[in-house]
C-alpha cells in the first residue's frame, strides 16, 4: 500500500510542480522585454503572433514609426519582427542582428547556437533547433521560403534561396520553430512582388538586389527593452498615444498572465484527475486494512485480553495507517526529487520548463493534505476494530 500511495504522491506532486513551473516558464517566454509593440489590437492576439507565431496580424506598421520608437530616450535597445512567409509549415521572422544579442528568455538567458553564426549576407537564414531537428538541415544547406502562412500550396520564392548559416542551440520556445533572416532578405525575395504575388514577366536576380534600396518599409511588430523599468508606463503611453498611426504597446507579464488564464482549464482539470487518484490511493488502503481485520481478530482479541482498551486498539490502527501513509508519502517525495533531477534537463531542453528539484509552498500544502487525509482514513478500521467486542476475536470461526 506504501507504494501505492507513493505514486498517487509522485502524481499529484508532479502535476503541481509541472503546472507551477509551465506557468513561471511561459511567463519568461521573453523574460527581458519590457514592451512588446504593434498595430492596434487585443494585448492577447499581440502576443499571439508576436512571441508565440500564432495567427496573423491585422495592420503592419510602419518603419518610420519603429523609428520613432527606437529613438525614444528611455529606449535602450529595440527588435523589429517581419513576420508573413514560412517554411514548410514553420514561420520565417525577419529581424536583424539586435535579435541574438538582447533577446532573452527563462531566467535571463541569451540565445546561444548549437552550430554556425547569424546571418551576415542577405540570403543567410538563421534555423531554430526544431526547424534543424525535423528537417535535418546543417550549416550550408539551401532552403527556398515560402509567400504566406498556414496553406499548403504556397508560392516558393523559389529563385532567391537562402544559406543556413547558423542553428540555435534549443529554447523549447517558439524560437526553436522558427527561420531568421534579415529585414533586407524579406525586402529583396519582396521586390519582383506585388499585391502578395509575382509581377509577371519580371524577375530580378539574387546577385542584383543589392542595386535596389532594401530598407524595410513596414514590420509587424516589436520587442522594446527599456533603459530603467520606472519609465515602463511612460513610454507605453508615448506608444499607444501615437498620432502617427493607431500603436498598441503592451506589458509581457500582463498579457502573458491574461493568456494563461484562457486556458487554465486544462491545468485544473490535471490537478482533479490527480486528486481523484490520490483519493482511490488512499480507499486502496482503507479497504486493505478492512479486509485484514477478519484475519487479525485473534490479535486484537489477545491485546484486548491483556488489558488493552478499545481506544487503544483504534489509536494503534490509526498509527499504524497513519505510517504507512508518511512512509508512502516520504517514498513519493523521494522518487519526484529523483525523477526532477533526471527528467528536469530534459524538459528544459525540449519544453523550456525549468523543473526544480525544491517544494514550493503549494506543493508542500499538497503534502501536508495528503498526509492528513491518510491519517483521517485510516481512522475508519480503527473505528471498525473499535467496535469488535473480545468476544470476536476469541470464539473460533466454523
Do not use: C
Not at 297 to 306: N, P, T
Not at 328 to 357: D, K, M, N, T, W
Request: glycine share 10%.
Amino acid at each position: 500500500m506504501a507504494v501505492s500511495i507513493a505514486l498517487s504522491v509522485i502524481l499529484l506532486l508532479g502535476v503541481e510542480q509541472l503546472r507551477t513551473q509551465a506557468r513561471e516558464s511561459f511567463a519568461q517566454s521573453i523574460s527581458g522585454t519590457d514592451l512588446v509593440v504593434g498595430a492596434r489590437t487585443s494585448p492577447v492576439q499581440l502576443m499571439l503572433y508576436a512571441v508565440f507565431r500564432l495567427g496573423d496580424a491585422t495592420h503592419n506598421i510602419h518603419w518610420s514609426s519603429f523609428q520613432a520608437i527606437a529613438a525614444h530616450p528611455a529606449v535602450a535597445w529595440a527588435i523589429p519582427i517581419s513576420l508573413g512567409d514560412s517554411h514548410r509549415g514553420f514561420a520565417v521572422v525577419g529581424t536583424t542582428l539586435d535579435y541574438f544579442e538582447y533577446f532573452r528568455y527563462g531566467d535571463g538567458r541569451s540565445l546561444g547556437f548549437a552550430a554556425g553564426t547569424p546571418f551576415a549576407e542577405i540570403f543567410d537564414a538563421v534555423v531554430g533547433a526544431e526547424v534543424a531537428g525535423q528537417l535535418g538541415y546543417r550549416v550550408g544547406d539551401r532552403i527556398i521560403l515560402n509567400h504566406g502562412t498556414g496553406e499548403p500550396g504556397l508560392t516558393e520564392h523559389s529563385d532567391k534561396p537562402f544559406k543556413v548559416a547558423g542553428i540555435l542551440a534549443r529554447t523549447g520556445l517558439p524560437v526553436d520553430r522558427s527561420i531568421h533572416v534579415s529585414l533586407q532578405a524579406i525586402e529583396a525575395i519582396h521586390l519582383d512582388w506585388q499585391g502578395g504575388a509575382p509581377l509577371p514577366g519580371l524577375s530580378i536576380p539574387p546577385e542584383y538586389v543589392q542595386k535596389f534600396d532594401l530598407a524595410p518599409k513596414e514590420i509587424t511588430a516589436a520587442l522594446v527593452g527599456l533603459k530603467s523599468r520606472a519609465s515602463v508606463f511612460q513610454v507605453q503611453r508615448f506608444i499607444n498615444r501615437y498620432k502617427a498611426e493607431p500603436l498598441l504597446a503592451v506589458m509581457p507579464g500582463v498579457a502573458l498572465d491574461e493568456l494563461w488564464s484562457i486556458v487554465s482549464i486544462v491545468e485544473k482539470s490535471l490537478l482533479a484527475i490527480s486528486l481523484l487518484v490520490v483519493a482511490v490511493g488512499l480507499s486502496g488502503l482503507v479497504a486493505v486494512v478492512l479486509a485484514g481485520l477478519g484475519e487479525r481478530r485473534r490479535e486484537l482479541a489477545i491485546l484486548r485480553s491483556v488489558g488493552a482498551g478499545p481506544r487503544v486498539v483504534l489509536i494503534l490502527l490509526a498509527i499504524e495507517g497513519a505510517m504507512v501513509v508518511l512512509a508512502g508519502s516520504l517514498l513519493g517525495l523521494s522518487g519526484l526529487f529523483a525523477a526532477s533531477l533526471f527528467a528536469g534537463p530534459v524538459l528544459e531542453a525540449h519544453l523550456g520548463i525549468s523543473l526544480h528539484a525544491g517544494l514550493s509552498a503549494e506543493t508542500l500544502q499538497l503534502l501536508l493534505l495528503v498526509m492528513a487525509t491518510g491519517f483521517l482514513a485510516s481512522l475508519i478500521p480503527g473505528y471498525r476494530a473499535y467496535r469488535l467486542s473480545l468476544a470476536d476475536g476469541l470464539t473460533p470461526r466454523l
